[in-house]
């Protein structure tokens, strides 16, 4: 019933930036929460970060200080913007949301298909 769809990833060397961008479509009332995680070859998925509809973020400690996430409400969209990025910063980066599809019904909650983020010289 909706989609969410990343995009912005790829190969960059060590210390450059990244633009991640998640745009939701579908049967949508209204969006809670949208974040952003990771998961490494051979790790667990992890936070990375989240955004609140009213623009509160958190962060995971690991990218404090170099991501930054924002959303535009209008566009059912979040992103990423990475900056300073390192090599163990490489993984799949998923999209999630939390969508509500009307106002009768309660938030159900959504993931990306993910993109990949390789760090590397």
């Known amino acids: ?32 929460a949208m974040g952003w995680y990771r998961q490494a ?16 973020t958190n962060y995971a400690d690991p990218v404090k200080g170099r991501f930054t996430i924002s959303r ?3 566009k059912n969209t979040v992103y990423l913007q990475m900056n300073s990025l390192k090599p163990e910063d490489t993984a799949v980066y998923y999209c999630n949301a ?18 990949q983020v390789t760090v590397s010289s």
């Open 41 to 56: 070859p051979g790790k667990q998925r992890e936070l990375v970060a989240t955004i609140t509809r009213g623009g509160n």
């Open 98 to 115: 939390d969508v509500q599809h009307s106002i009768l019904l309660l938030a159900t909650n959504y993931w990306g298909q993910g993109t």
């Open 72 to 74: 535009d409400n209008a």
């Open 1 to 32: 019933q909706v989609q969410l769809v990343e995009s912005g990833g790829g190969l960059v060397q060590p210390g450059g930036s990244l633009r991640l961008s998640c745009a939701a479509s579908g049967r949508i009332f209204s969006i809670y």
